[in-house]
């Protein structure tokens, strides 16, 4: 039975949004099963008494080129929205209306949702940008925005934040291997000798 790699992410996170170019290849080296776990960065940060990693003094300047040059390493295109930070609330329901579903909907609805906001600078913070990023991918949109509000989806955001508090995650990306917390994009290359060595 194949590894299961938990990858953690915020939808307002930019190094989140990298993260998705390389967690399919790293788990698909070590025969690893990815789980992608949206959670809120807001609840963490009330928690550690951070804020947005963009928006603090000198590390915010530094983070905007940072994540451009990686954009680069990675392949992808990358924006400054607009509008920054977004409430992830939404997406994030969007994401776990559909996780249960055994398509990977979910999964690629994530994707699309990133690839809008950070790649292209499309607000992705309300129902109805959701059900148009959804629709774009083929989707039922309206379908999409009833299940975000019925109360269990709800729920089951607010079950998978606490979990996810429990478990120790504060940031995005953040990845859980058997238990194992690896926090950021330059943990690949560390997670990939992990993977490999079963551990040190």
């Known amino acids: 039975m194949p590894r299961t790699l938990r990858f953690y992410f915020d939808f307002s996170s930019p190094y989140g949004y990298l993260a998705t170019a390389r967690i399919d290849d790293l788990a698909q080296r070590h025969d690893c099963k990815v789980d992608w776990r949206a959670h809120l960065l807001g609840v963490a940060m009330k928690a550690t008494g951070q804020k947005p990693l963009l928006n ?6 530094y983070a905007q080129h940072d994540l451009n040059r990686m954009a680069r390493d990675f392949g992808l295109p990358l924006v400054q929205p607009d509008v920054f930070p977004i ?40 129902p109805d940008d959701i059900a148009r990023e959804a629709a774009a991918i083929g989707m039922d949109g309206e379908a999409l925005i009833q299940r975000m509000a019925l109360p269990e989806t709800r729920q089951r955001l607010r079950e998978e934040v606490d979990d996810a508090m429990e478990r120790g995650i504060f940031g995005s990306p953040m990845f859980d291997i058997d238990g194992e917390l690896f926090w950021g994009c330059d943990k690949f290359d560390q997670m990939d000798r992990w993977l490999a060595a079963g551990g040190w």
């Open 87 to 126: 409430h992830s609330v939404a997406a994030s329901r969007a994401f776990y209306a559909l996780k249960d579903d055994e398509d990977g909907q979910s999964d690629f609805l994530a994707r699309q949702l990133f690839h809008a906001y950070w790649g292209e600078g499309r607000d992705i913070s309300r």
């Open 56 to 61: 603090q003094p000198l590390r915010g300047a």
